[in-house]
């Protein structure tokens, strides 16, 4: 056995664990994360996982401790361990080129946004309720899973096989997102209702209230806008997020 021992971190999630059964791990509301070391370097440079998109997924695998399934992450909380680990393995400043100025974030003070209905949640069930604005339908949806985004990617590219110059996405988000309409829960129904009857306003609603409700963490940034005044924008996050130049 090694006598050596690698640090390791407490990251609490955003979701604080509420949505995911008592019997899951994650549903404690944090997760231990070790150092980055000369091990998860061979996995950033490994050009496979570059060209085939799972880099970050395979980092962050490498470098939790706790024992949970990966996949059984929502989105917003895989965010935030993303953060952590990029803070654990080079340090908290971020440097990136946004309109062709250099700029650095603080990355230890980006603030989580926990879940904003955290009283209507039924601990361990990952079920909300949004009404469409425009019609009137009531939805029921569930935050997405790792996975959910699998399940997405290959629909996705089996889709854009058939027609290349498609851009399915957002829609088969929707999909996999939307547990019933009206209380019905037909699998076909609710791919219909989003093909052919969900209005792109109500989409677009929905999608907003997506983003202002469910937990995550805030990688906005603020810069000078042209005009003097202080504007926000997302933080890039590319390859360079886990390989900093410096």
């Known amino acids: 056995m090694s006598e050596f021992k690698f640090p390791t971190e407490q990251v609490e999630l955003p979701s604080k664990g509420l949505v995911y059964p008592e019997s899951n791990p994650l549903s404690s509301g944090t997760i231990e994360m070790k150092y980055m070391t000369a091990k998860e370097e061979d996995i950033l440079t490994n050009q496979n996982y570059i060209q085939d998109g799972t880099v970050i997924d395979r980092l962050l695998k490498s470098l939790i401790v706790s024992k949970v399934n990966y996949d059984d992450l929502i989105v917003g909380d895989k965010n935030a361990i993303m953060v952590a680990a990029r803070v ?11 309109l062709g100025e250099e700029r650095t974030v603080d990355l230890s003070i980006i603030e989580p946004k926990y879940l904003l209905e955290e009283n209507l949640v039924e601990n361990g069930i990952n079920k909300f309720t949004f009404t469409l604005p ?18 997405i990617k290959a629909e996705v590219k089996g889709l854009q096989k058939i027609d290349k110059n498609s ?14 309409v009206d209380g019905n829960t037909d699998t076909k129904s609710i791919r219909e209702f989003v ?26 940034f603020e810069y000078e806008g042209p005009n003097g005044a202080d504007e926000e924008a997302t933080i890039p996050i590319t390859l360079n997020f886990f390989w900093p130049d410096n």
Do not use: W
């Open 88 to 98: 654990l393995g080079y340090g908290k400043d971020y440097s990136f080129t946004y």
């Open 134 to 151: 425009s019609t009137g339908n009531t939805i029921e949806y569930k935050l997405l899973t790792g996975h959910d985004d699998k399940k």
């Open 167 to 180: 851009s399915p996405e957002l829609s088969t988000r929707l999909k996999y997102m939307i547990l019933s």
């Open 195 to 220: 093909d052919n009857f969900m209005l792109a306003r109500d989409a677009k609603a929905f999608r907003n209230h997506i983003s202002n409700t469910q937990p995550d963490v805030d990688l906005t």
